[in-house]
T-cell receptor, first 111, second 114 residues
Framework: DGGITQSPKYLFRKEGQNVTLSCEQNLNHDAMYWYRQDPGQGLRLIYY???????QKGDIAEGYSVSREKKESFPLTVTSAQKNPTAFYLCASTNREDEAFFGQGTRLTVV | AQTVTQSQPEMSVQEAETVTLSCTYD???????LFWYKQPPSRQMILVIR??????QNATENRFSVNFQKAAKSFSLKISDSQLGDAAMYFCAYYRYTGNQFYFGTGTSLTVIP
């Protein structure tokens, strides 16, 4: 079945560590997005990519990095520069009708 | 900057009754999309309904319908014959063509009372 797969579902990070969240889609969508979800704040855009080898910062990009080497893959790295990384992270892609399809999310906790 | 406001953090509805969730947005664009997404306890975001700004007719999708008031920049979601499975967090979203970006509201948590 076509869809977006995020892994892992739960991730624990020690202080000072970089971690990478995986996002893979087999929907043949060009655009992909990373959002952070915190209680009471809705979804905030971290990075997005409209095409392979190109990506733009969203509203809260500081402390995060991404790559888009393949159409299917858009991994997000949470660096040690991100001071408050504990959150729920959602990856999404959009079809030609600009409808967003989401993965099941990754819950990142700093320990 | 585009903003999306959902002024009702929590709502409740009796099973089989009707409930309306409110959403307002701010934009200077004339053409855009609006969406309602549902996030159940599984946290999987599910598209409920969409509305193109250039269309005057309100979108409907089975028990879900919207009241789109472009001049007032209002986009409410009506859920008819509410079911227990409708219990979830509902997010209103605005999509801007320029930059291809989504802007989400802070969500409304809907409880369905049996």
């Amino acid at each position: 079945d076509g869809g977006i797969t995020q892994s892992p579902k739960y991730l624990f990070r020690k202080e000072g560590q970089n971690v990478t969240l995986s996002c893979e889609q087999n929907l043949n969508h060009d655009a992909m997005y990373w959002y952070r979800q915190d209680p009471g704040q809705g979804l905030r855009l971290i990075y997005y990519s409209q095409i392979v080898n190109d990506f733009q910062k969203g509203d809260i990009a500081e402390g995060y990095s991404v790559s888009r080497e393949k159409k299917e893959s858009f991994p997000l790295t949470v660096t040690s520069a991100q001071k408050n990384p504990t959150a729920f992270y959602l990856c999404a892609s959009t079809n030609r009708e600009d409808e967003a399809f989401f993965g099941q999310g990754t819950r990142l906790t700093v320990v | 900057a585009q903003t999306v406001t959902q002024s009702q953090p929590e709502m409740s509805v009796q099973e089989a009754e009707t409930v309306t969730l409110s959403c307002t947005y701010d934009t200077s664009e004339s053409d855009y999309y609006l969406f309602w997404y549902k996030q159940p306890p599984s946290r999987q975001m599910i598209l409920v309904i969409r509305q193109e700004a250039y269309k005057q007719q309100n979108a409907t999708e089975n028990r879900f319908s919207v009241n789109f008031q472009k001049a007032a920049k209002s986009f409410s979601l009506k859920i008819s014959d509410s079911q227990l499975g409708d219990a979830a967090m509902y997010f209103c979203a605005y999509y801007r063509y320029t930059g291809n970006q989504f802007y989400f509201g802070t969500g409304t948590s809907l409880t369905v009372i049996p």
